[in-house]
């Protein structure tokens, strides 16, 4: 089915006044905001496609990702993610210096349950640092692992012999952080402990000087230094405007993270225009268009740091390759974050005369918002409600 974007908007404008808990309500009508859902999807996807084949030397890395600059320069921890066994987390420190509003945990951060002392989370199952000798003696060693939770150089001193063991094993590690708390000593005492790849979160102090000699002193080192950030019209702007200090590091890559929207960070994005990949992550239309602006600009220059589309697809390509050994043919663990559908969310985009559906079907009769108003009403009177009504997320 393929519905229009009138009638998409029409559907969309009366089920935002249902009431929350009217659950059977948007079960019998699923296919209805699926399609819509889809259709937004399949336009802007449309779009996206249209924009990077003006991108001179977009490479495609085997239908997971796309690139530009020299492949010699991709990240190994995303190679391990897309090729190897997938991104294994290790999750350790659950608090944060910093408060971004793309955060997974911005509305949260303040009630994240603490991994317990002297305890690691691997694999969500939990382990003292001298289990881990264990754990690499009788299962597989990964192809690489990643620290992921929340800020690490918060109590950056106790990853040291964790990070040693997994280096002594010959496994890849790779390290998110926001900069701020580095220094020279501790990101010496990191390398030399065998942290292979550092990552930093330029976005989220808004591309500070701190956080920029933080870079070069890491490249000092590291054998893999790199930029992962979510993307957002601000960044590039502020990028831009550090740019000669930023390349004169010589970073190996930026991975261009598409911003993707969960439970704890959707209400500072509420009224941009939205879309779902694979009915699975929600994203707001421009983080991806910059990262194509980002491309765009490094080819026009030459750029010697390789930019990395790490986008929706590419996360979708990843939980597909995380389940590869699964047993199952087609199983992944790539999903929606909410456990709702946002109608209210996609009213923006809906009503955006400027966004196209690519094609423009009418509803059969038997879809017909007129002809299932009587039905609605009829499941409404068996339900008794709160006044919580179905206009946002908040709530």
């Not at 640092?129 to 620290?147: M, N, R």
């Amino acid at each position: 089915m393929k519905i229009s974007k009138c009638e998409a908007l029409e559907w969309f404008e009366y089920l935002a006044d249902i009431p929350v808990d009217a659950k059977e309500v948007f079960e019998e009508y699923e296919d209805i905001i699926r399609s819509t859902q889809r259709q937004i999807e399949r336009s802007y996807m449309n779009e996206i496609a249209k924009i990077q084949s003006k991108i001179d030397g977009l490479k495609d890395m085997r239908g997971r990702t796309y690139y530009v600059g020299m492949k010699e320069k991709f990240p190994p921890g995303c190679i391990s993610c897309l090729f190897g066994d997938g991104l294994g987390g290790i999750r350790k420190t659950h608090t944060c210096n910093l408060t971004c509003e793309f955060c997974y945990y911005h509305d949260s951060l303040d009630s994240v349950d603490p991994i317990p002392q002297d305890m690691w989370d691997i694999g969500d199952e939990l382990y003292e640092t001298e289990d881990i000798d264990l754990l690499l003696s009788i299962q597989k060693k990964p192809s690489g692992i990643a620290y992921v939770y929340l800020e690490p150089f918060m109590e950056i001193e106790k990853y040291y012999d964790v990070v040693k063991k997994f280096s002594d094993a010959g496994v890849h590690q790779h390290m998110y952080t926001n900069g701020v708390l580095c220094t020279e000593d501790n990101l010496k005492k990191l390398a030399e402990a065998g942290l292979d790849e550092l990552r930093f979160n330029l976005n989220a102090t808004n591309v500070s000087d701190q956080v920029i000699e933080a870079m070069r002193i890491a490249r000092k080192y590291f054998k893999w230094v790199g930029i992962e950030t979510p993307m957002t019209p601000s960044f590039y702007d502020e990028f831009m405007a550090k740019k000669e200090a930023i390349l004169s590091i010589g970073l190996d890559y930026m991975n261009c993270a598409e911003l993707h929207l969960g439970t704890d960070n959707l209400n500072n994005y509420m009224g941009e225009n939205f879309y779902t990949y694979r009915n699975g992550y929600l994203s707001p239309l421009w983080s991806r268009k910059v990262t194509l602006k980002f491309m765009e600009t490094a080819v026009n220059e030459g750029w010697d740091m390789l930019i990395h589309d790490c986008s929706n697809h590419t996360k979708y390509a990843r939980e597909i390759n995380k389940m590869k050994n699964s047993g199952q043919f087609g199983s992944h663990t790539y999903v929606s974050e909410f456990d709702r559908p946002l109608i209210a969310a996609f009213l923006p985009i809906l009503e955006d005369e400027n966004f196209k559906f690519l094609d423009s079907i009418p509803l059969p009769a038997k879809w017909k918002l007129e002809n299932c108003r009587e039905n609605i009403e009829e499941i409404l009177e068996d339900f008794s409600f709160d006044d919580e009504i179905y206009e946002g997320f908040e709530g």
